[in-house]
């Protein structure tokens, strides 16, 4: 005799997969989210490191500066960013939330990101001083950006202030965090491999205890 339709196991068994898959699905998806998200801030940094390449090459190879003028460094990137919102970290709630107009300021840093302050040579109590292209030695393994603490509004990396400890964001996504570096590259670097001497230009710096 020929039978139409399921019966109740048959019902049941297709309603215990779809229950399962879907418990799978709810839990690989926030993980899923988190690894878009880095690797989208990892492709922003990507593009400030070429704008601030860019810029250096139309002012005598030099990197922005603290006080060769008053507009801070994502004022004078703007013109060589495509888009203002490329300031933001995918998964930066903060930042994510401003508007695109606001990310480029000099009343505080809006971004996700900041800039290498430079203090082993100086910069942070002479803001006069700039640095060139031409005079970083090994401008793959010189960070010059890095990702903040979501809502701080700090636009340099100084360990004169202990932004090391306080406003670098070392833990970003999985227990690491993306840095863009002099040549352009951005590279992943886990808190367990993460060292201080990425930021410097002098290796006999004495990073300051806070």
Known sequence: MKRNGFTLVELLVVIGIIAVLAALSF????????HAQCAGC???????????????????????????????WPVLLLPYVSDPKNYVDPGDPVASAV???DLASNNGNASSFFFNGFNDLGAYNNPSITVTLASINNVSNLAILGQKVHGSTQYY????????????NKT???NGANYGFADGSVRYISLATYSDQIWLMNPNYVVPTQ
């Open 27 to 34: 839990a690989i998806a926030p993980s899923a989210i988190r």
């Open 42 to 72: 990892a492709a922003r940094m990507h593009g400030l490191c070429i704008a601030f390449i860019q810029y250096a090459s139309d002012n005598d190879g030099e990197l922005p500066g603290r006080a060769r003028t008053t507009d801070k």
């Open 99 to 101: 508007a695109s107009r």
């Open 157 to 168: 990396m100084d360990f004169e202030e202990g932004n090391q400890n306080d406003v670098l």
């Open 172 to 174: 970003a996504y999985f």
